[in-house]
């Protein structure tokens, strides 16, 4: 089973119909609706006339054209509307009236300043799900703070326990809160949608970005509340069991090693020439091997330090235990199982021609998703859906006069 990057599937698509309007920027929300467009929602992108989404310019870029955006802004119509002014306000209304779901996350009360909040937007559909990510949520003493997914790995504790105890806490090189809050946020999305079902009307979903990536580090505030224990910072290292870690080979390649479960960890102490240490009273559970991890990783390094990677994969796999490459991007691209899922999937686009890219993120066996388009220009489709919302000439130019489009 394949996902579908087809077009002409469009048709099967779970959520062909349903209609959203992305007013975010960056990448928590932006993502979110990606995320929806995916699987067949209609997402029109809504930028400002002036200010694109910066998700445009971040990272590298070919011949002036943002790569990022390629990927966040897929399967998504661009327009642009300035909803300070009244043209914008009465167009995105408008707009508002034939949606189902708004994704923004603008600083709260932003929206109220210009007249488009919740009592506004429900007032032109009721069935409207408005979708608010911001930093910190819609309350709380920090509400109205700027803030951006760097601060929530920060704030939640991920940063923390991040790194080798005697270094600095660590921040991920990438977008980690953020895009763990876009797809916390697709989720919330279709679980509004889900009550609206059953009760034909709209509501807010209100995601702050602190939240979701403090839910994926586990049971560290039970642990705390029943305990009093902190999680502490131990590298590649888990407290709850050894042997764990990245191991170098002989030929200067990095391995990833795993013994979650005690029938793996016996397995690679066989493979290593090591059974005695399976006996010792300590090796029955992982809390107790962790406290080992120096005798468990002398024996697993020093075995794999003699072997080169293809080797002691090739090893690995004959033991059943569990191990992987220490891959960079450029191996990521020629893995064979990512190339069996189709995972990294190919596309032609307008502006740069074949491209490749992450492919949706799941598959399902009969309404399959799929990548229609990659990122377009900036408001590229505003004449096109203006005009099939039913905007005369009159009014577009009304609009362009004013600079709301």
């Known amino acids: ?89 009465s167009t995105l209304l408008r707009l508002v009236a034939t949606a189902d779901v708004v994704v923004e996350n603008f600083r709260p009360g932003t929206l109220e300043k210009w007249d488009l909040g919740w009592e506004e937007l429900s007032a032109a559909n009721p069935r409207l799900i408005l979708t608010r990510v911001t930093a910190f949520g819609q309350f709380g003493p920090s509400a109205h703070r700027p803030g951006f997914g760097t601060l929530a790995e920060a704030m939640s504790g991920f940063a923390a326990i991040t790194g080798e105890p005697d270094a600095p806490p660590t921040l991920p090189p990438f977008g980690l809160a953020d895009s763990i809050a876009g797809l916390a946020t697709a989720y919330a999305v279709m679980t509004a949608l889900a009550a609206r079902e059953r009760t034909g009307e709209g509501q807010v979903v209100d995601m702050a970005i602190i939240e979701p990536i403090l839910t994926v580090l586990g049971p560290q505030p039970i642990w705390y509340d029943q305990l009093g224990h902190v999680q502490p910072r131990t590298g590649n290292r888990s407290q709850n069991n050894a042997p764990r870690g990245t191991y170098l080979t002989a030929d200067g390649a990095w391995v990833a090693v795993s013994t979650s479960a005690q029938s793996i960890a016996e397995r690679v102490m066989h493979l290593v020439g090591r059974p005695e240490l399976i ?31 293809t080797e002691v994969l090739a090893a690995f796999e004959k033991a059943e235990a569990a191990v992987a490459p220490v891959q960079d991007v450029r191996e990521v691209m020629m893995d064979p199982q990512y190339a069996a899922l189709d995972t990294i999937t190919s596309l032609d686009d307008p502006e740069l021609g074949p491209l490749r890219m992450q492919n949706v993120l799941f598959r399902l066996s009969s309404t399959p998703g799929a990548i229609r388009w990659a990122g377009r220009p900036h408001g590229a489709d505003t004449e096109t859906v203006l005009t099939a919302l039913g905007l005369t000439p009159a009014e577009l130019t009304a609009l362009r006069e004013e600079g709301a489009v």
Not at 32 to 55: N, R, S, Y
Not at 283 to 309: K, M, P, S, Y
């Open 1 to 89: 089973m394949t996902r579908a990057t087809r077009p002409t599937e469009e048709a099967q698509a779970p959520l062909t119909g349903l209609r959203v309007l992305d007013l975010a920027t960056l990448f928590a929300g932006p993502l979110a609706a990606t995320m929806l467009g995916d699987f067949g929602a209609e997402v029109i992108k809504v930028e400002h006339p002036a200010k694109p989404d910066p998700a445009r310019g971040h990272g590298p870029s070919k011949n002036g054209v943002g790569l990022w955006w390629k990927l966040l802004g897929r399967n998504k119509r661009t327009i642009t509307l300035d909803l300070s002014k009244r043209g914008g306000r």
């Open 279 to 309: 006996d010792e009273p300590w090796f029955a559970t992982g809390a107790d091997r962790a406290r080992h991890a120096d005798v468990l990783d002398q024996a697993v390094g020093g075995w794999i330090a003699e072997r080169t990677r």
